[in-house]
C-alpha cells in the first residue's frame, strides 16, 4: 500500500505488457471514455507538439472524473532512430490522484499509444463502415498494423480479405505469413499502396507519413471508409473535402489544426465528433450520415490514453506488479 505524495508505482513496458486489457476490454473501455467525452463528463487537452530536429514530442493530458483517472503522457517520435539501433518512439504516462494532483503512478506508453492508436481506428471502423465490408486495404505493416488486425477481427466479424502494402515486399510477405493462422480473415500482399486500397470498404494507411505517398479517397469503393492515422500525411489534400463525411476523435483539435494552415482545399461539408455519434448510437438515436465515402482522423486525445492507463494500473496493483518508489 501507499498513499499519494509518499509513494508512486513504476510500471516498466513488460509490466504494462503483462495486465494489457483483451482487444474486446479495450474496445469498451474506448467507447465509454469516448462517449464520456462527448457527455461533458470528461475532459481532454489539446496535443501539444514540439519539433526538435529529426523527431517531434508530444504531450496529452485528460480527466475522467467517474473513473477517478487524471493523467498526461509524453511521447516521442525520431524516424530516423532505426538507423542508431533504437526504437523510433517512446513515451511514459503519468497518472495522478484526481482529488490531490499527486503522481501515483508512472508507466511505459508504448502499449497504451499503440493500443489506444488501433482501438480507435478499429472503433471508428465498425460505427463508420458499411455493413457489407469485406475487404480492407492496409497500408504499412508495423507495430501499428500489428496491433490493428486483431482489435479488427472483433470490431469487424464479417471482414474476408485484408490486402497488406508496404515498402518492400519482404516485409508484407512476412506480415501476412505471421498472421495467416491468428485472424478470421485472408491476408494476400499487394503490389503497391494504391493497389491496395483501390475499391476496398476500409483502406487503413499506418506509414508515420511515409514521404511521396498520396493515396485518394476516390479510389475506395462508393461507400468506402478511410481511416489514416498520419493524419494528413498520406492522402492527397483534395480527399478530405471530396468525402460526404469526415469524423474526428477531437473536434477542437481538428479547429486547432486547421488555424495552423492544415487541409487547405477544406474538409468534408459534414463533419462529426466519433463520442456523439456512440453516445447518439448507444441512446438509441443514431445520427443521419451522408452516403459515399467517408474519413476518420485521429487526430490526438489524452482521453484514450487514461483510461487505458487507469486500467492496467488497477490491475497492476491487483497483481502486485511494479516498483513504488518513494516520493
Not at 108 to 121: L, Y
Not at 302 to 323: F, P, S
Request: aromatic letters at 4%; a neutral charge; proline letters at 8%.
Amino acid at each position: 500500500m501507499f498513499a499519494p505524495g509518499r509513494s508512486y508505482r513504476a510500471l516498466s513496458a513488460a509490466d504494462v505488457d503483462a495486465v494489457a486489457p483483451s482487444p474486446a476490454e479495450t474496445l469498451r473501455l474506448l467507447e465509454d471514455a469516448f462517449r464520456a467525452l462527448a457527455a461533458g463528463q470528461a475532459a481532454a487537452s489539446l496535443k501539444q507538439l514540439l519539433h526538435p530536429p529529426g523527431g517531434h514530442i508530444l504531450s496529452v493530458s485528460a480527466l475522467l472524473p467517474a473513473q477517478g483517472a487524471l493523467g498526461s503522457k509524453w511521447h516521442s517520435y525520431f524516424p530516423e532512430n532505426d538507423a542508431r539501433g533504437l526504437p523510433r518512439s517512446a513515451g511514459l504516462l503519468i497518472l495522478n490522484d484526481p482529488e490531490s494532483g499527486l503522481p501515483i503512478a508512472v508507466m511505459d506508453s508504448t502499449w497504451i499509444t499503440t493500443a489506444r492508436t488501433a482501438g480507435v481506428t478499429a472503433l471508428a471502423a465498425h460505427l463508420l463502415s458499411p455493413p457489407s465490408a469485406r475487404t480492407v486495404g492496409l497500408v504499412g505493416t508495423g507495430a501499428l498494423a500489428r496491433a490493428l488486425l486483431p482489435l479488427l477481427a472483433t470490431a469487424l466479424p464479417g471482414l474476408e480479405r485484408v490486402r497488406v502494402a508496404s515498402r518492400h515486399e519482404g516485409s508484407r510477405q512476412a506480415f501476412c505469413a505471421a498472421f495467416a493462422h491468428a485472424v478470421p480473415f485472408t491476408l494476400t500482399p499487394a503490389g503497391s499502396p494504391e493497389e491496395a486500397v483501390r475499391g476496398a470498404d476500409l483502406a487503413i494507411s499506418a506509414t508515420g507519413g511515409e514521404p511521396g505517398l498520396a493515396l485518394d479517397v476516390a479510389a475506395l469503393a462508393p461507400e468506402g471508409l478511410a481511416l489514416p492515422l498520419e493524419i494528413d500525411r498520406a492522402w492527397t489534400s483534395r480527399s478530405f473535402a471530396e468525402a460526404s463525411l469526415l469524423v474526428v476523435d477531437f473536434l477542437p483539435q481538428l479547429q486547432f489544426l486547421r488555424q495552423q494552415g492544415r487541409f487547405p482545399d477544406g474538409v468534408a461539408p459534414v463533419v462529426h465528433e466519433l463520442g456523439g455519434l456512440l453516445q447518439g448510437q448507444a441512446a438509441g438515436h443514431p445520427a443521419a450520415l451522408p452516403a459515399g465515402r467517408r474519413i476518420f482522423l485521429q487526430l490526438g486525445t489524452g482521453i484514450g490514453d487514461i483510461t487505458l492507463a487507469r486500467a492496467v494500473h488497477e490491475e497492476a496493483l491487483k497483481r502486485g506488479l511494479g516498483t513504488v518508489v518513494p516520493a
